[in-house]
């Protein structure tokens, strides 16, 4: 079964430093998405692509964050410049269509920032 | 606010008993639910979802019950296993929105 995948499964960073975050949506999917998890909290939403451009994002995802589709099938997240609080579990999803479809998840990076 | 949220956080059942996980949600233009399933240090599992125009959907030893009246949704599953541990997401597509939106989850403990 198709499936998205995510690395590295962990990454430590030093605060201030830049991270990429790698995704690999199903090859037949159009939307793109970045969600994340601090630990014993509820999922939050990040960030979501689609042609090559964004097509809605919150508030968490400020001017730090960015998003790339660098060719035919990855997907990244780049956190410019870790703060503590960035710590977290990062899930990439994808779907089919973005109107009222499942999305499927990645397995997830933890990302801890020291 | 967030569209959607958990009565409970956490519910314990014995194996082999029937589990009813319950949410609510705020939106009532939403019009799409998905119910996910989320076991330690992996990302969230599609389990089952329905739309609006639905009440009821079946799945393999799981139901979800849509009462719009109430903006409640529920998740049942059935005979209970000790590998239905886990947390339970409900979330939706808040009206307008292309994110879906995540309520707070419920942690689902199996006792043999």
């Known amino acids: 079964e198709p499936e998205v995948t995510q690395t590295p499964s962990h990454q430590v960073t030093q605060m201030g430093q830049e991270v990429i975050l790698r995704c690999v949506p199903i090859s037949n999917h159009l939307y793109f998405y970045w969600y994340r998890q601090i630990l014993g909290q509820k999922v939050e939403f990040l960030v979501s692509?689609?042609?090559?451009?964004?097509?809605?994002k919150s508030e968490i995802f400020d001017d730090q964050f960015s998003v790339e589709r660098p060719d035919g099938s990855n997907f990244t997240l780049k956190i410019r410049s870790t703060k503590l609080e960035d710590s977290a579990m990062y899930f990439c999803?994808?779907?089919?269509?973005?109107?009222?479809?499942?999305?499927?998840f990645g397995s997830g990076t933890q990302l801890s920032v020291l | 606010g967030e569209s959607v949220g958990l009565h409970l956080p956490t519910l314990s059942v014995q194996e082999g008993d029937n589990s009813i996980i319950n949410c609510a949600y705020s939106?009532?233009?939403?019009?799409?639910f998905i119910w996910y399933k989320q076991e330690s240090g992996k990302g969230p599992q599609f389990i089952i979802d329905i739309r609006s125009n639905m009440d009821k959907r079946q799945g393999q030893r799981v139901t979800v019950l849509l009462n719009k009246t109430v903006k409640h949704l529920s998740l049942q599953i059935a005979a209970t296993q000790p590998g239905d541990s886990a947390v339970y997401f409900c979330?939706?597509?808040?009206?307008?929105?292309?994110?879906?939106?995540f309520g707070s989850g419920t942690r689902l403990q199996v006792q043999p």
């Open positions: 979330a939706d597509f808040p009206a307008g929105r292309r994110a879906l939106t």
């Open positions: 999803a994808s779907s089919v269509w973005n109107d009222n479809e499942k999305l499927f």
């Open positions: 939106n009532s233009a939403s019009d799409y």
């Open positions: 692509f689609y042609n090559n451009e964004i097509s809605e």
